[in-house]
Nanobody
Framework: QVQLVESGGGLVQAGDSLRLSCAASGPSFSSYAMAWFRQAPGKEREFVAATRWTGSSTYYADSVKGRFTISRDNAKNPVYLQMNSLKPEDTAVYYC????????????????????WGQGIQVTVSS
């Protein structure tokens, strides 16, 4: 049974950093695309960042580009999200997702392509 568990969230001030981790149990995720999504209160879930199974290609939402970095370690936790220069608008529940697919167009931002999801973790950024 596949299970993804996020950790590392919390309450920080604007400008601070946080590092989210996603621990996986079940099959090897080395062949999965991994992503982070987030959902703020009253808003739809949105794409944050993704990495292909090789880890050599990464994709970011414009709102986090240059501040967030996604990385993966296929031997341990499959994916991390380093968040720097956090802003109050980054406040949301963050979800780890895994999908066994390859996009020739480089589209990794669709939530429907990911079949496994974590339960989410709260990140709150105060001003």
């Amino acid at each position: 049974q596949v299970q993804l568990v996020e950790s590392g969230g919390g309450l920080v001030q604007a400008g601070d950093s946080l590092r989210l981790s996603c621990a996986a149990s079940g099959p090897s995720f080395s062949s999965y695309a991994m992503a982070w999504f987030r959902q703020a209160p009253g808003k739809e879930r949105e794409f944050v960042a993704a990495t292909r199974w090789t880890g050599s290609s990464t994709y970011y939402a414009d709102s986090v580009k240059g501040r967030f970095t996604i990385s993966r370690d296929n031997a341990k936790n499959p994916v991390y999200l380093q968040m720097n220069s956090l802003k109050p608008e980054d406040t949301a529940v963050y979800y780890c997702a895994a999908g066994r697919f390859y996009s020739s167009s480089g589209t990794y931002s669709r939530s429907t392509d990911y079949e496994h999801w974590g339960q989410g973790i709260q990140v709150t950024v105060s001003s």
